[in-house]
């Protein structure tokens, strides 16, 4: 029987309604244990640890991811995975950061949620639950860990983390990894899609960051984009990183005032990243002459990394103090199954 810890940390799934307001307000675990007599009796003996102060994810932070990196160091050795109980608004950020921050991890970190709180009937939690403490309790044939990364477990699917987007308000699917397969499905039986599940390096040890720097901005291009909110952000001296969502393939429009101002940015040691505003597929900057002016301005190619992802590994990335080059080179390599090169 496998051990596993899960960690509430707020979101719908244990939210119950204001009377004042009539609108939900994060709640205690043990309202949560109450609706859920089956974690007693789950094929695995689960402890479970919770925030202070549970919270609607939309306060999601880094100082908060920080407290989940320290809780994982912290229990590591001393059970088979980790469950994560969090709000899905911004499940896909943390998702993401843990990704990078729990660097070369052997053990499953599964978040999940709900959209529904645990209270109500038609409550999609207990599925989502039960499902996520399967997967972070499952072996391979080895005995060793079959998922060794940070997964989103939501709507009968397992999906890479940091390439994970919150893809519906009110639907039961709510999350969809557009440029990663799901690493499983659970139907009546689970279903591993083994070719793409990570490995950790057994040579390399676990290596937590609970850290993390948010000198980091995305900018959403559009045609009509005013020059001057532009060229002011990208000069801002407390922004180390710009994730600049492009059109299609990695374009942007030809105008001497954008490309001088990334120039700018660059030459000052800033980290420019491109990233599609599209859901699916990749940057390619070398195919039309509105993305290749981006490559020669200094602009590096996120290929098909999500958002969510980008800004997360920027975070990481600028919290061990590299120098910008650095960062640049490792911002276009895959480190956590992030991209695809
Ligand atoms: N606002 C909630 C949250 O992200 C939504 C949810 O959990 O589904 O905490």
Request: with cysteine; aromatic share 8%; glycine share 8%.
């Amino acid at each position: 029987m496998g051990k596993i810890l899960l960690i509430y940390t707020g979101g719908t799934i244990g939210m119950i309604k204001n009377q004042q307001t009539g609108a939900l307000d994060p709640f205690n675990f043990e309202h949560l244990r109450v609706h859920l007599p089956e974690l007693n009796d789950c094929g695995a003996e689960v402890i479970t640890i919770q925030f202070n102060h549970p919270v609607d994810s939309s306060d999601m932070s880094p100082e908060l991811w920080s407290e989940m990196v320290t809780i994982i160091d912290k229990y590591y050795q001393l059970v088979d995975g980790f469950v994560i109980l969090h709000g899905t608004d911004t499940m896909a950020y943390t998702a993401s950061a843990l990704s990078f921050m729990l660097a070369n991890i052997a053990k499953p970190v599964i978040l999940t949620g709900s959209q529904l709180p645990i209270g109500v009937l038609r409550t999609d939690g207990k599925e989502n639950i039960i499902n996520a403490i399967e997967y972070a309790a499952a072996h391979d044939q080895d005995g060793n860990p079959q998922i060794q990364e940070v997964a989103i477990c939501f709507g009968q699917k397992l999906l890479r983390g940091n390439r994970t987007t919150k893809c519906s308000a009110d639907n039961f699917s709510a999350f969809t990894s557009y440029n990663c397969q799901p690493l499983a499905v659970s139907g009546v039986n689970i279903k591993y899609n083994s070719n793409i599940l990570l490995r950790h390096n057994p040579y390399l040890p676990f290596s937590p960051q609970s850290i993390m720097d948010p000198s980091v901005i995305a900018i959403t291009l559009f045609p009509g984009v005013n020059p001057g909110i532009i060229r002011n952000v990208f000069a801002l001296s407390e922004i180390k990183g710009i994730v600049l969502r492009t059109f299609g393939a990695g374009n942007a429009p030809r105008q001497s005032w954008l490309i001088d101002a990334i120039k700018a940015a660059t030459d000052a040691g800033k980290v420019v990243v491109n990233i599609t505003q599209c859901q699916q597929g990749t940057v390619e900057m070398g195919l039309y002459t509105t993305g290749n002016q981006l490559h020669y301005a200094g602009v590096v190619s996120g290929h098909d990394m999500t958002v969510e992802a980008a800004v997360t590994k920027l975070m990481c990335l600028f919290a061990q103090n590299l120098p910008s080059d650095q960062v640049r080179k490792l911002m276009e390599q895959p480190l956590a199954g992030e991209l695809t090169v």
